[in-house]
């Protein structure tokens, strides 16, 4: 009788595991911040590259890359598992980063890639403070709104205000979140910019503590923004690919921490609403 019940014991003990383990599984996961450089040859091969993605369990990417190369191929690549949504990027060399907000042929390689009729948005572009106010920078914000292109721009938060000043109708996501902008004034601005702001997550300091427990302050935040809120890699160096997995890893780990509704939003829900995409709310 006693070995039935300890039996038993150890049988539930070993279902509830496997539960917890299916419940992780299925949560899929939006990478909202992929490159796929290639100078000149990329770190993973496509195949690599899929094989990662399957491990992780993406179900979708933003994807960009410098030169555009690497997006081309991954957007060609169709894997019925994955949905690639790609974005421009406005650079063709590592050191267009420093210059691109002055440089009009810049624009004239958006174009070229906007006529190839698959692209979502523009970035991810570095830009910080009043070198936003580049009549050029103006000139891609009001192009992208034209054409309902997201922008992917890694900015501080005096550059984020001037690119909706250039244009209020342009619909931008925050690369890192501002990095360590407060979490209260993270608030205030996803407050003034519905419908116009949404915060990707990646490198973004503060979300858990050293123990791996969500702080308090962004626990409430997700609990009032749960839709405004994407995970990337940002693989823009090859120890990030290399990274991949403890990457997410570590976002599952917090998201595990959320109500189940506010995890699979941040995890795939919000991205695949904003590029109408189906699939969860
Ligand atoms: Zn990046």
Redo the contacts with the bound molecule.
Sequence with gaps: MKTRSLWLTLFAAATIALAGARAQERLEIFDA?L?YNQEPNPFYSLDQVRDVFRRNGIIGIIANSRPNKGTHQLTDAKWPELKVVPFIRPYRVRNDIQTWFNDPTILELIKEEYSRGVYRGVG?FHIYGKAAESEWVKTIVDFAVERQLYLHA?CDEEALLILFRHNPKARIIW?HTGFSVPPARVAELLDQHKDALWGEL?YRGGIAGSDGKLTREWRDLFERYSDRFLLGS?T?INERWFGYDTIFKEYRSWLAQLPPEQARRIASGNALRLFDLGGAK
Excluded: K
């Design positions: 911040h490159h991810e890694h690369a990646s940002d823009w």
